[in-house]
């Protein structure tokens, strides 16, 4: 044994491979056999911790703070978490659905092939333990984000399932 702990090779090849050596054996069977040895499909598990800034329970004493001083003056508390961009268009997705047929997409996922780009935006009351989602076609900047939230656009997200808020714009920089 090499010692060799993980390969990128489907059991189809390692089948293949094990015939141009005269061993006749189906992919079934080289999955089993991996199995049998401990070997099992596996995805990357984010572990390993960077180093991070001495700094930085000193950012959520302050949020804690802050948060605390808010809901003291009942003051909304909202939460805005950008998500990763997506290619709007026909492209793969993660997702399964039940179809009776599979969809086709795209073999690639170039951005020249899409209609555009969506930047969704989580905002989350803490109070009202309430949520909305807004997507962007534009720019995903701190911008776009504070837009997202301000009182001139909240109106368009449906407010009453954000708990009836309604923010002057002279409490939002509190």
Known sequence: MTGLRWSRRTTTTIAEELARLGIAVSPNTV????HNMGYSLRVNQKQISTSSSPNRNLQFEY???LRYRFQRRHLPIVSVDSKKRELVGN??????????????VYDH?????SMGVAIP???YDVMENRGALVVGIS??????????????????LKLQELGG???PAWQLST
Not at 91 to 104: D, T
């Open 121 to 123: 935006y989580g905002i």
């Open 31 to 34: 999955a089993r056999l991996l």
């Open 109 to 113: 996922d170039f951005r020249t092939d």
């Open 139 to 156: 720019h995903d900047t701190p911008a776009f984000a504070a837009h997202a939230i301000s009182p001139q656009k909240l109106p368009r």
């Open 63 to 65: 949020l804690a703070e």
């Open 91 to 104: 492209f793969k997705n993660p997702g399964r659905r039940w179809e009776s047929a599979p969809r086709r």
């Open 165 to 167: 808020l309604e923010i």
